[in-house]
């Protein structure tokens, strides 16, 4: 959620035309990710949890990729880039790993 909330306050700089374009985009996949990871969280199988973990992951992926156009089109510089694609990298990281080890917990549980 850290995420999300640090994308929303960045894009509040974007140009107003971009309201509907990147920015929404932008707002959208990264509040995507926790919200993904709560949906799957509240599903009853291992197996549905991992496919929304890996969706969030994908959103991060389209955050990675939106943070580079923004820079390209001069919505944020090198910095600002570099250091929410570390927190990105950081979130995408976590869940795959989170991913994993559903899938082996799933490998090694005995059935009911």
Do not use: H
């Amino acid at each position: 959620m850290a995420l999300a909330v640090t994308i929303y306050r960045t894009t509040d700089n974007f140009p107003g035309s971009e309201r509907f374009g990147i920015t929404s985009q932008l707002r959208r996949a990264s509040v995507s990710i926790s919200t993904n990871i709560a949906e799957g969280q509240g599903r009853l199988g291992r197996r549905q949890f991992a496919a929304f973990i890996d969706i969030a992951i994908g959103s991060t992926r389209e955050v990675e990729s939106l943070l580079c156009v923004s820079q390209q089109l001069g919505f944020l510089d090198k910095s600002e880039v570099d250091a929410l694609r570390r927190q990105t990298s950081l979130v995408a990281a976590s869940l795959i790993q989170l991913v994993r080890w559903i899938r082996a917990k799933g490998r090694t549980s005995k059935p009911s």
